[in-house]
């Protein structure tokens, strides 16, 4: 089996891989040209938990190769990013530009697999513009009806950190333009897929990722929102939600510094986009989220000027614990701002970064270790849960004054906690 996988991203390379060691030849194609050297030399140019073994062992069998140029297969992964544009429109430029890269090779009996996750109707709009670019080949239509080729939708669901386990074990939802497409879709993800393959249609498939995403965003605007109302009143809100969580049918997630990631940060206004009127909930919990980053940035500013002259530590830059991505990172935007504020009285700890990314030129914030943090800087921002920051015991930081967005100090001292502080926020 031939298969061509574009885009050799987050989602893309790892897929590519696991294919290719199912014993079909893949091709990953992808734009950017160092990463198509960094692919056929064996290596990674994203950090992901057994990728480079995996990477370096399938090119060396050359299972796996990387180009810029397309060539002809059986199947084609579609795996692009889909940005929004600024007023939040879904922008699908870069999986059309695939399909169009697609037509040029495309030949009957084979199968294309959108991947990215996309507005609804999307996978259909491929279809159309294949019909209109390859007009030799019966595109999908009705069911029954005769087609050369397959076109599926069948969303990533991966966790990053988890990728190669979940791309393996997690259920898939294949969704065809037919019926038909989609049984051909389901034989492909049967050669490396152990969780279970359920399929449905194109566009009940794109919906049920966006609303997968929606879904963790609502839940975490809502403890969020319950951090915001316990600072007020003085309680503790990770105590609360550990107790409302004894109840059987209540099941709160955690509150932080606000949503980050290239998904659930973005995925849901894909939904309010296109339901601008019945999509009040879905719109509210975004900015919930987002407001609370704005929240910490007030509250933390409120605890520095409170102290003028002490160094000041903020713990993580990365979106989520124990990964090297800052996309959509709520962390960055709090450190970000502080350091604009407070330029070189802001030090950044994150044990992922070799240096301070550009978003810190100018500011005079610089990058210093753990142990530093602790010898030097009397005022500590948790804003990431890294397993490091968590291990830090409480002898260490009792005397420091803390802001932790996360709740993985729960022993620190009250009197050294941020409640205070909030007050002068109001
Ligand atoms: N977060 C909280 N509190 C929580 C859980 C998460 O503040 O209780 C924050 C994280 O710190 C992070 C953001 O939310 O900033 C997103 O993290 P995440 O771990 O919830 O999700 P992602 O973005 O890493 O991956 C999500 C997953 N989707 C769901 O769990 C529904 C993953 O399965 C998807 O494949 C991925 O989006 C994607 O690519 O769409």
């Given at each position: 089996l031939n298969v061509v996988v574009l885009g050799l991203g987050y989602i893309g390379l790892p897929t590519a891989a696991v294919i290719a060691r199912t014993g079909a030849k893949v091709l990953g194609v992808d734009v950017t040209e160092s990463v198509v050297e960094t692919v056929n030399s064996g290596r990674v140019h994203i950090e992901e938990v057994d990728l480079d073994g995996l990477v370096s062992g399938v090119v060396a069998r050359g299972a796996l190769r990387a180009s810029t140029q397309i060539a002809p297969a059986d199947v084609f992964v579609i795996a692009v990013p889909t940005p929004f544009a600024a007023d939040h429109a879904p922008d699908i430029t870069y999986v059309l530009q695939a399909a169009t890269t697609i037509a040029a090779v495309l030949k009957a009996g084979d199968t294309i697999i959108l991947e990215s996750t996309s507005p609804v109707g999307t996978t259909e709009r491929v279809r159309d513009l294949l019909a209109q670019l390859r007009p030799d080949l019966r595109v999908p239509g009705r069911a029954g009806e005769a087609a050369d080729v397959a076109i599926a939708y069948c969303p990533e669901r991966v966790l990053p950190g988890r990728i190669l386990v979940e791309l393996i074990d997690n259920d898939r939802v294949i969704g065809g333009i037919t019926p038909r497409c989609a049984r051909k879709a389901l034989t492909f993800y049967r050669r490396f897929v152990r969780g279970a393959c359920v399929t449905t249609t194109a566009r009940a498939a794109e919906m049920t990722k966006l609303t997968e995403n929606a879904f963790r965003d609502v839940n975490i605007a809502f403890a969020n929102e319950l951090s915001v109302v316990a600072d007020t009143m003085g309680v503790d809100v990770w105590e609360v939600i550990r107790l409302a969580n004894r109840h059987p049918r209540v099941n709160i997630l955690q509150p932080g510094p606000g949503v980050g990631g290239h998904c659930i940060a973005v995925d849901p206004w894909f939904l309010v986009h296109a339901a601008p009127d019945h999509t009040p909930l879905i719109r509210t919990a975004r900015l919930v989220n987002d407001g609370k980053t704005d929240h910490v940035i007030a509250q933390a500013s409120a605890m520095i000027e409170a102290r003028p002259d002490a160094p000041v530590a903020c713990l993580g830059l990365a979106f989520?614990?124990?990964?090297d991505d800052f996309r959509e990172s709520p962390a960055l935007k709090v450190a970000q701002a502080l350091a604009q504020r407070y330029g070189e009285r802001v030090r950044i700890v994150e044990p992922y970064a070799s240096s301070l990314p550009?978003?810190?030129?100018?500011?005079g914030a610089t990058l210093i270790d753990i142990d530093t943090a602790i010898e030097a800087c009397p005022i500590m921002i948790v804003l990431v849960d890294h397993d490091v920051f968590r291990s830090v015991p409480v002898e260490e930081r009792s005397d420091k004054l803390v802001l932790d967005t996360r709740g993985?100090?729960?022993?620190?001292p009250a009197a050294a906690r941020q409640t205070e502080s909030l007050r002068l926020v109001g």
């Open positions: 989520k614990a124990n990964i550009a978003a810190f030129d100018g500011t993985i100090w729960p022993d620190q």
